[in-house]
């Protein structure tokens, strides 16, 4: 189901990321993790639709999305980001694979980690975040998604790990086979998983070789 919703305000969360606010319709909802198709109200934008997380939780009187901008693309994460108060946006109804399941460690690459921050929050507000885990990895520690409220609400349980970046207080690598050894002491809880596509591949197999069972890993596929 189409529905037309205008943009409430938008915020800069680091240097190619921006969390946009829109009008929530009524009776509307989703789960954390979820996701929905949005397009531009404009003609000839219409039906040009791409998946976004919802960043918001299920009981806010708004929907929150947080989106990172492509600008050498061309394409709708361009032009959002071009976007201003007020501009007309359509949504479709919620989907996605990605809840949560129960404690557990969250890997997030870059942007993949959107779907996991309204199920962070939500965790958080409900007292609910022991036993979870979460490994974040991005290019430089500038590229890092809300790493504030996520050292807050994790505190010690939040690593960052930078792949182009050597900088104190981050490590520094990928994650592979010998890091997931070293950071990981349960195999056999639940895996989050959540980047490129490239990445959740080789994560689907460097889990399962450790001992880590298929059918506990969420993502979405």
């Known amino acids: 189901m189409k529905n037309i919703v205008r943009i409430l305000d938008i915020g800069v969360v680091t240097h190619n990321v921006k969390c946009f ?10 789960i954390p993790g979820q996701a ?6 404009e003609p000839g934008l219409e039906d040009e639709t791409r998946p976004f997380t919802f960043t918001s ?17 061309h394409g709708i994460t361009e032009k959002l980001h071009k976007l201003e108060r007020g501009a007309e946006l359509i949504i479709q109804d ?6 949560y399941k129960g ?12 779907p996991f921050i309204a199920i962070l929050r939500q965790l958080h507000a409900n007292n609910e975040l022991k036993g979870n885990t979460l490994i974040f990895s991005n290019d430089t520690a500038a590229d890092i998604i809300y790493e504030s409220e996520l050292k807050e609400m994790l505190q010690d ?16 690598g990928y994650i592979n086979e010998a890091y997931l050894k070293e950071q990981v002491a349960d195999f056999t809880q639940h895996f989050y998983l959540c ?10 197999k460097l889990l399962t070789n450790l001992g880590a069972n298929p059918e506990v890993m969420v993502f979405e596929k």
């Open 157 to 172: 349980q939040a690593i960052f790990i930078l792949t182009k970046e050597d900088r104190e207080g981050y490590k520094s």
């Open 103 to 114: 404690p557990g460690c969250f890997i997030a690459g870059g942007a993949g980690i959107t």
């Open 195 to 204: 980047g490129p596509d490239a990445m959740i591949a080789d994560l689907q």
């Open 57 to 73: 939780l299920p009981v806010q009187p708004y929907l929150e999305f947080t989106i990172k901008g492509y600008p050498d693309h």
């Open 36 to 41: 929905t198709d949005v397009s531009i109200n």
């Open 21 to 30: 606010r829109f009008e929530k319709p009524a009776n509307y909802q989703f």
């Open 94 to 99: 919620s989907w996605g694979a990605i809840e």
